[in-house]
């Protein structure tokens, strides 16, 4: 009886030391290193899915029974994952590291004081061409939305909707998330005569590009400088008619089922020598204090991770539309994607 006892005993203990932690992020953005250093020192197992855009990932969990703990999402989108109570506040008793985030990012606009998100990476959204393709400028909107002959049939513009609104309003002369109908029917007109110029609307990226199956893509700045290590003909421009910015921070689900394990992980990541193990993967700038000295030469010299203060000007941060304005970029979007 004795025995049997223990056994059981120690049957229920294995089972419950099983420690799992989902983690839902772009695809390609998470470090296979982080990932295998986390369970070796935590012992917590990680599973990852992946998504291609912001609005991917918010219908998906919206949806309900998606099983996800923690996810990444832009700065623009974390006010509508707030108001729609699908993120939780964090208890800050559980983040001693909470103070490793930079000064500059802690009191963001979207999040003040950061009690939901927390720096993932930082980068813009531009254009990278191939200059075997094209050696014309490529600092400009007019890449995708007024093609030249050499990259037609060529070309990718990734599947972020606020991302591709905002350089099309910029690019005719107006501003994202402008209720300005005359605007947006001109960003509109420009995006639906360009689209069959463009080879596709498609995610994945960098292993495209670094093959030259890809001349040209609206993509950002990590992912390219990623296919430029492999490939020096892949180059990064900065639109001079406006280009996004962008902050993606990493948020507690408000349905985690594993709290524990998303703690220990989201403290696992506010250590500098682990946000860099994403910076060196992902090539993105982070928000987090000390991360830059266990990062390698070409990320601190490379003008595809620091933007040159030549083109640095017309980035901008992109704020969250009103629900009017997003109406009017989802009836483009889906008219676009016809
Ligand atoms: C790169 C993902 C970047 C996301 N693979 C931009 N918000």
Not at 210 to 219: F, W
Not at 246 to 259: C, K, T
Not at 301 to 309: E, F, R, T
Request: glycine share 6%.
């Amino acid at each position: 009886m004795k025995t049997l006892l223990s056994t059981t005993f120690i049957l229920t203990a294995g089972a419950l030391s099983a420690q799992e932690l989902q983690l839902y992020n772009w695809g390609d953005y998470t470090s296979p290193e982080l990932i295998e250093k986390f369970e070796a020192e935590t012992g917590i197992e990680v599973t990852l899915t992946d998504y291609d855009s912001n609005d991917t990932a918010l219908a998906k969990v919206e949806a309900g029974g998606h099983g996800f703990d923690l996810v990444v999402p832009s700065a623009n989108y974390i006010p509508i994952w707030r108001e729609k109570g699908l993120i939780q506040e964090f208890d800050l008793s559980r983040l001693p590291s909470h103070d490793n985030i930079a000064d500059e990012w802690v009191d963001v606009p979207f999040d003040p004081g950061r009690l939901y998100s927390i720096p993932w990476q930082i980068g813009a959204t531009g254009i990278a061409v191939n200059s075997d393709a094209y050696e014309g400028d490529i600092n400009t909107s007019a890449i995708f939305l007024d093609p030249p002959e050499e990259l037609v049939g060529k070309l990718n513009v990734t599947p972020e909707m606020n991302d591709i609104m905002s350089l099309a309003l910029w690019y005719v002369g107006g501003e994202p998330c402008t209720e300005d109908t005359e605007m947006l029917r001109a960003a509109r007109d420009v995006l639906i005569a360009a689209k069959p110029a463009w080879q596709s609307m498609d995610y994945g990226m960098s292993e495209k590009l670094a093959a030259n199956d890809t001349m040209a893509s609206v993509y950002w700045n990590g992912a390219v400088f990623r296919a430029a290590l492999e490939n020096d003909k892949v180059q990064f421009g900065y639109p001079q008619e406006g280009f996004p910015l962008f902050m993606d921070s990493i948020a507690l689900l408000s349905d985690a089922q594993n709290m524990n394990e998303a703690y220990t992980f989201l403290e696992f990541i506010l250590q500098p020598e682990n946000a860099a193990l994403i910076s060196q993967y992902a090539r993105y700038a982070n928000g987090i204090e000390g991360s830059e000295e266990f990062m390698d030469e070409v990320m601190k010299n490379s003008p595809m991770v620091n933007i040159p203060a030549e083109y640095a000007e017309a980035g901008e941060f992109l704020p969250t539309c009103s629900a009017e304005s997003l109406s009017y970029y989802t009836a483009i979007w889906t008219e676009l994607q016809k």
